[in-house]
């Protein structure tokens, strides 16, 4: 599975990239060299990232349905409890 993102989010990216190596590494890096690394980044990081935001969503949602079993579970077999109740009062 291929990672994409927008033209937009691309051209940030690499401008983000290009100031962290300016600012960090004490060098300049082009905006090709630096779209080659967000290539190799996406292809090699990215289905990690992805798959781990997969793993974090299907827990939380496993999460959820347990919590509706809570929210919706009626008790089985209540009506004769109910009906001894109502003989007792009387």
Known sequence: MTIEITKENRTEII?????????????????MTAGFLLDFLLEELGPI???KAVSDVQERLQARVLEVDIEVHKDEFQYWSKHDKQIKKR
Do not use: L, P, T
């Open 15 to 31: 401008a983000s990239m290009q100031r962290y190596f300016e600012e960090n590494m004490e060098e300049k890096i082009g905006n």
């Open 49 to 51: 990232v992805y798959n």
